[in-house]
């Protein structure tokens, strides 16, 4: 999905749940959803990836990305000795 239209509608549905702190999620998913265009001045690419990034699904277990760096960050390649001139 465009990053532009997720984070438009992310925009629409947090305004619409600020303006209207009674209402259900379903009624504030679905204003976001109708107007998100109206929001698109305020739109973020940036924002709209990172939230798209957050909403697709894990590959492996969890935390399994950062234990491999980590892990990969630890190994040392083994080293000529400095010759001396």
């Given at each position: 999905m465009n990053p532009y239209v997720?984070?438009?509608?992310?925009?629409a549905y947090v305004w619409y749940?600020?303006?209207n702190p009674g209402k259900s999620e379903q009624?504030?998913?679905s204003f976001a959803r109708r107007n998100w265009v109206s929001f698109l001045p305020c739109a973020h690419k940036g924002?709209?990836?990172?939230?798209?990034k957050i909403a697709e699904p894990r590959r492996?277990?969890?935390g399994n990305s950062w234990s491999k760096t980590i892990r990969n960050s630890?190994?040392?390649?083994?080293?000529?000795?400095?010759?001396?001139?």
């Open positions: 997720v984070s438009a509608q992310f925009a749940e600020h303006e009624e504030a998913a924002v709209g990836k990172l939230l798209t492996g277990g969890i630890r190994k040392t390649s083994p080293r000529k000795p400095l010759m001396s001139s």
